[in-house]
């Protein structure tokens, strides 16, 4: 069985993934704001505006999913949501244009790795 550290680690953990979600939000909510304040009128060759939509469609995918998995449970640290946890990181399609998520993911990586010792 593996082994679940509850402490500092721990609480660590559960502070960076609700960072985490707390960000994909705020990004949802500025890339909605962005779309809706385009200029007017839109291309469909649209470059700028297609890596928007695409780039809203990325986050709103890794959003649902988050949702899905809810807040880190407070009493013990569970594995199984610790791994549920790690394969959405390992899945998530990275934003190279998102410094804030790049760096939220690998800090909270870290912090899953202290956690299982």
């Known amino acids: 069985m593996e082994s679940i550290r509850n402490d500092a680690s721990s ?6 993934w609700a960072m985490f979600r707390k960000h994909l939000a705020a990004r949802t909510r ?14 469909r060759c649209d470059v700028q505006l297609s890596k928007l939509l695409e780039e809203r469609f990325r986050v709103f995918q890794q959003m649902n999913r988050a949702v899905e998995m809810g ?11 610790l791994q549920r946890l790690s394969d959405y990181l390992a899945n998530l399609e990275s934003c ?9 993911r690998a800090r909270l990586l870290n912090a899953m790795a202290q956690v299982r010792g």
């Open 11 to 16: 609480d660590a953990v559960a502070e960076l």
């Open 30 to 43: 500025e890339i909605n704001e962005e779309v809706a304040h385009y200029p007017r009128p839109i291309a």
């Open 96 to 104: 190279s244009d998102d410094d804030i998520e790049t760096s939220l």
């Open 71 to 81: 807040p880190m449970p407070p009493a013990n640290v569970d594995a199984h949501w």
